[in-house]
């Protein structure tokens, strides 16, 4: 089982940018699929961006042209590069790894870390 650490969360004002981080455990990173969720209260869990083992990209709506994905296989590490911050992308940030199509994540939750844009 893969087990997934993430980081780089904080308190940013609108217009802001923060840089996530996901170290994985295993080698087996490098060949899964990543995405990174997020989930607010009351609110269901949802795909914020994806990558490929080949490095294809797909992005919700709502982050295209703000946020980019990216990963490093030789340090086991997915990163989320959030700009533009908006008070609507507060939540709990999350990694999995995830299947295709449809980007269904299968692995085991960390604890995610917290996103907090003020307005």
């Known amino acids: 089982q893969l087990q997934l650490v993430e980081s780089g969360g904080g308190l940013v004002q609108a217009g802001g940018s923060l840089r996530l981080s996901c170290a994985a455990s295993?080698?087996?990173?490098?060949?899964?699929?990543m995405g990174w969720y997020r989930q607010a209260p009351g609110k269901q869990r949802e795909l914020v961006a994806g990558?490929?083992?080949?490095?294809?990209?797909n992005y919700a709506d709502s982050v295209k042209g703000r946020f980019t994905i990216s990963r490093d296989n030789g340090k086991n590490t997915v990163y989320l590069q959030m700009n533009s911050l908006k008070p609507e992308d507060t939540s709990v940030y999350y990694c999995n790894p995830s299947r295709l199509p449809g980007w269904a994540p299968f692995g085991s939750w960390g604890q995610g870390t917290q996103v907090t844009v003020s307005s």
């Open positions: 990558i490929t083992t080949g490095g294809n990209t």
């Open positions: 295993r080698s087996i990173f490098s060949i899964s699929h």
